[in-house]
């Protein structure tokens, strides 16, 4: 014998319609930004260093495939790696923690404009990281490129 249900559903509950006020809005509501992150924000700079050196390097960079890890998959003997290039695959992988947080700033430098120090900080790495896999000097990459600050 089938029982009825002791409660009964509406059909506002369907719609996440609490006590008649409507469907909630976002928490940041529709007038701010979106947050980005410190992973959004290493992904696109490493992203735009890679498009800027493969404009400089077609030919050498073609069929590269650059990735963002947060850290290495095996322990490090002495020291962290901050990026790995497989050389047979033509695959980059910069490691975002080791990166952002080893870094050794001087005191007098963290002062200074912080987000131009971060960008320079992902950039050097994207760099040394193609001159890895190129076997050149990541001076030699772009020399022109860091003249002007």
């Known amino acids: 014998m089938a029982r009825t249900p002791r409660v009964r559903t509406s059909g506002r509950s369907t719609f996440r319609d609490r006590h008649g ?5 976002s928490a940041a ?3 701010l930004p979106f947050l980005r992150t410190r992973l959004d924000l290493f992904d696109d700079l490493a ?5 800027y050196l493969r404009e ?5 960079l073609e069929g590269v495939v650059f990735e963002v890890a947060g850290v290495p998959s095996t322990a490090p003997d002495r020291e962290f790696v901050r990026w790995h290039v497989d050389r047979a695959t033509r695959r980059i992988t910069l490691y ?3 990166i952002e947080r080893l870094a ?5 430098k ?10 320079m900080l992902v950039e050097g790495y994207v760099f ?10 990541p001076w030699d990459l772009a020399p022109d490129r860091f003249r002007d600050r």
Do not use: C, M, N, Y
């Open 110 to 119: 963290r002062q200074g404009d912080e987000e131009w120090q971060h960008r």
């Open 104 to 108: 050794h700033l001087d005191e007098s």
């Open 29 to 31: 509501g529709p007038h």
């Open 128 to 137: 040394r990281a193609v001159g890895d896999l190129l076997g050149k000097d």
């Open 56 to 60: 400089l390097w077609p030919d050498e």
């Open 47 to 51: 992203a735009a260093t890679a498009s």
């Open 21 to 25: 006020r409507g469907l909630r809005s």
């Open 96 to 98: 975002r923690l080791p």
